[in-house]
């Protein structure tokens, strides 16, 4: 125990850390590894991907965490199982990428581990009087810890609901550290399941930042990919370029009230799953319209919320460049159609030195980064993003 403590003092005196990030979102996609150099930390923090790699889920693996994903009912013993194994599954995935790349575990610090989002559940959703922001990340961090030996931090979000956030975005705070550009506003899209996005002002002032989900990125076009056009989900667009936005059931969609819920919000496929496209397909009567025509108009789903959140979030006569992020940037369809309703040219954040399908996962390595190495970064006063450390400590011995 003392040196493990002893080595936690290290790292948190070491000019820098070598850091392995780990996301699994919500599209069930993957495990995404992302190896980093992190030097310093808050503001000073600069970052180096040396590899990334997303380690595709097996079907198996895939269905067994769907027995319980975003149900409101489901079997305990499967939630229970499913911690454990998932930790054991993804600290083997990290051993297997070590592998490949030649690494040593005894050369990685530290490993970041967001868990599995299984289930996600703000006041806002709920709205059950008395109860709190919620939301449950498994894969525990003492099995990754103790299958590869090296000191794992995660469950980062409940220290962010204690401070009075929802959980998420997380994002918020590596995006500030690594991505703000001074006399530059940005806006830094990210497009997994649910789309979210991160405002960073030209001033650098952390009272301005910002960061809210905006709704639907892929989700809803997966689920119905899925069981329709049986793929995991609209490669480039394709399906969606096939077919034509149907206004009735794209104004049927935008009425559920997230949509006019006032920034910072979260949600997830709780929500936007595939019973709502199916509710609203049988509520604007629209059920012989061609199965390319409701994947064109989810896809309009997604860019129009998302763009609609960045006009309300933004004054008109603000300059500002947006760099996309997550699966979604890689859909050709999805991206011009945010591109033409802002009409601006869309960026991608690879162009800021970071691969766009990395990004999550390295912010969770500049969260372990900044827990162990940090000095509470001043985040300002904004409702939702607390000045405060995330993640807990697992040690291997
Ligand atoms: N070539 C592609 N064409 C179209 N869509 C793609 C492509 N590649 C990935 N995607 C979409 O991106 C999704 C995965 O995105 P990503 O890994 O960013 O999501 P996530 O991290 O699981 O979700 P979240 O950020 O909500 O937690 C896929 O499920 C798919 O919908
Ligand atoms: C509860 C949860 O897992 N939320 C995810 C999800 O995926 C995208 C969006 O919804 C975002 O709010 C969040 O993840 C990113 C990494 C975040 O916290 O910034």
Redesign the pocket.
């Known amino acids: 125990m003392k040196n493990h403590i002893q080595r936690l003092h290290e790292l948190a005196n070491s000019p820098s850390r070598c850091v392995i990030g780990l ?1 699994s ?2 599209s069930l996609d993957g495990l995404d590894v992302a190896l980093c150099k992190i030097e310093s930390s808050g503001t000073n923090t600069t970052l180096m991907l040396k590899k990334f790699a997303t380690v595709p889920y097996q079907d198996d693996f895939r269905n067994e965490i769907r027995k319980i994903f975003a149900k409101r009912e489901i079997d305990f013993q499967q939630l229970c199982l499913l911690n454990p194994y998932i930790g054991n599954e993804h600290g083997q995935m990290v051993l297997d990428c070590l592998k490949t790349w030649d690494i040593e575990p005894q050369e990685i610090d530290l490993i970041a581990s ?1 868990g599995q ?1 299984v289930f ?1 559940s703000p006041k806002k959703q709920h709205k059950l009087p008395g109860f709190p922001n919620a ?1 449950l ?1 498994i894969g525990d961090g003492d099995h990754i810890a103790v299958k590869t030996g090296i000191i794992t931090l995660s469950d980062f ?1 409940q220290k962010h609901i204690a401070a009075g956030g929802e ?5 918020v705070y590596g995006d500030y550290f690594l991505f703000s550009k001074k006399g530059e506003n940005r806006i830094l899209l ?1 497009m ?3 789309a ?1 996005f991160t405002y960073l002002p030209g001033s650098l002032d952390p009272n301005l930042v910002f960061t809210t ?1 905006t709704g639907p990125g892929n989700t809803l076009l997966d689920a119905y990919t899925r069981r329709f056009f049986h793929k995991p989900y609209d490669e480039n667009g394709d399906i969606a370029a096939s077919g034509k936005v149907n206004t009735r059931f794209l104004d049927e969609l935008k009425s559920l009230p997230f949509f006019k819920q006032a920034f910072p919000k ?1 949600t ?1 496929p709780e929500v936007f799953n595939f019973e709502y496209t199916e509710t609203a397909i049988q509520k604007s009567k629209i059920t012989s319209l061609p199965r390319q025509d409701i994947i064109a108009t989810l896809t309009s789903l997604s860019a129009d919320t998302i763009t609609d959140s960045i006009k309300i979030a933004i004054s008109a006569n603000e300059t500002y460049t947006i760099y996309a992020s997550g699966g979604g940037a890689h859909n050709a369809v999805l991206m011009s159609a945010i591109r033409e309703n802002l009409n601006m040219e869309v960026k991608l954040i690879d162009e800021l030195g970071v691969s766009g399908d990395a990004k ?1 996962a390295v ?1 969770f390595a500049v969260l372990a980064n900044e827990a162990i190495a940090g000095d509470q970064s001043f985040f300002g006063e904004k409702e939702g993003v607390p000045n405060i450390s995330m993640g807990k400590i697992s040690l291997p011995g």
């Open positions: 996301m979102g919500t967001h989002t996600h939301t990340q979000r959980g998420a975005p997380l994002a990210n997994g399941g649910i979210n989900d979260t997830g999550e912010l």
